[in-house]
């Protein structure tokens, strides 16, 4: 038995009262975006048995009192409410409205109860600050879109925020990056509770993918994060990437600040949610990400301009974040780009706010591994090129670009 079909049965098995598995309550409240809130409606809602899809019975459930608002002014009112949730062995929370203010106190209180009695509960993109706030992320691994990773990760600090995963999944506590990857996580319920088959044929269906590769990382923005921009640490990490191309540590970093290590450790994570030499990895793989697109260097020399210690480093982190040796990343970003010959930069593959460690072995996540090495480390595998990623089943004939880590 998979560990996906073990984990499911556990919990099914610790479903209590009226609850059952095939029961979806989606929970809904006013000023959610509209595209977030359709998806949990459109994968569990929709009689999909002729296709060999299993049938979940939905309810929609207000969080509050309606009618809602939501995208566009489009008001909706709402089948069930919040009594309704005591049915359900699934609970999906597809966004929340505002990530500075606090949500409705009874619809807390139902998501724990629900938690307590055995259901499952999800988190899509903003979701996860609803799950946050009711205490079910915490000492979690979560994810919620990107660019609001580092406010959960400060606001929730128990919470072990990746904002490199599409979706993570602890097992009774599911939360998805923004979105499109509510799709995947809806997806991988499916898969988890019904077998490959059902979700590929859903997929189908859907007109995705059935198994995306890959993580936000091709997304993130530069940018420094909105809580460190008026921070005096942000002129330390301005300086930082600025000077990627020498070879600089934390210690440094923290002398520049004119702080201990220690200190500059807690300070840096309270304010982004990550690991400071975690960041600075990151930050160097992914300036080689970029010049290995938009130059002719070789792999030697894109690890010295990075501040690579060796190339042997930078095959090992490039290997660990982006699942794919540095030449072979190269050869697929051409292959996908073959007119003209030096491909233009991509202006949304950087970011200053990486992943947060988080405890080994929890279901739904791959190692990030990265935090743990130091900048002069050697990676014992991965330093040969290795065959890519198979193409993409919605595009035939365009090689596929390696991507970050795939969830589960």
């Not at 220690?262 to 960041?279: C, E, H, K, V, Y």
Request: charged share 20%.
């Amino acid at each position: 038995m998979s560990q996906d079909s073990a984990t499911a049965t556990e919990a099914a098995r610790k479903l209590t009262g009226r609850r059952r598995r095939e029961v979806v309550a989606v929970l809904l409240f006013s000023g959610g975006p509209i595209f977030e809130s359709s998806i949990p409606l459109s994968v569990f809602g929709i009689d999909r048995q002729d296709a060999g899809v299993p049938r979940y019975r939905l309810l929609v459930c207000g969080g509050e009192e309606g009618p809602l608002r939501t995208t566009g002014g489009l008001e909706l009112t709402t089948p069930y409410g919040l009594e309704a949730i005591s049915r359900a062995g699934t609970v999906v929370v597809p966004a929340w409205r505002s990530i500075t203010s606090p949500p409705p106190a009874e619809a807390l209180d139902a998501l724990r109860r629900a938690h307590e009695e055995g259901a499952r509960i999800v988190g899509l993109c903003t979701g996860a600050f609803v799950l946050a706030a009711a205490g079910l992320l915490d000492g979690r691994p979560a994810t919620t879109h990107w660019m609001y990773a580092p406010t959960l990760a400060k606001r929730y600090p128990s919470v072990h925020v990746d904002p490199r995963e599409l979706f993570v999944d602890d097992g009774d506590v599911l939360t998805s990056a923004g979105t499109a990857a509510g799709i995947d996580l809806c997806l991988h319920i499916v898969r988890t509770d019904h077998g490959t088959e059902a979700a590929g044929a859903l997929a189908r269906r859907l007109v995705v993918p059935p198994r995306r590769s890959g993580g936000q990382e091709r997304y993130l923005d530069r940018s420094l994060p909105e809580e460190i921009g008026s921070d005096p640490l942000a002129e330390v990490v301005a300086w930082a990437l600025e000077h990627l191309h020498e070879q600089f540590d934390v210690e440094t970093l923290a002398a520049r600040a004119y702080m201990s290590r220690r200190t500059f450790d807690r300070r840096f994570r309270s304010l982004t949610g990550s690991a400071p030499l975690q960041w600075l990895i990151t930050q160097r793989v992914l300036q080689a990400q970029r010049l290995l697109e938009t130059s002719d260097y070789s792999v030697d020399e894109v690890a010295g301009r990075c501040g690579f210690r060796s190339p042997v480093a930078l095959r090992g982190h490039f290997r660990r974040q982006l699942g794919s040796s540095p030449a072979a990343y190269r050869a697929a970003y051409r292959a996908r780009r073959p007119q003209g010959g030096m491909a233009e930069a991509s202006t949304v593959i950087e970011t200053v706010v990486p992943s947060q460690g988080s405890p080994s072995g929890r279901r739904g996540m791959a190692p990030s591994g990265a935090g743990a090495m130091p900048l002069a480390s050697a990676a014992s595998t991965g330093a040969g090129d290795h065959s890519l990623p198979g193409p993409d089943p919605y595009a035939h004939g365009r090689p596929a670009l390696p991507g970050q880590r795939s969830a589960p």
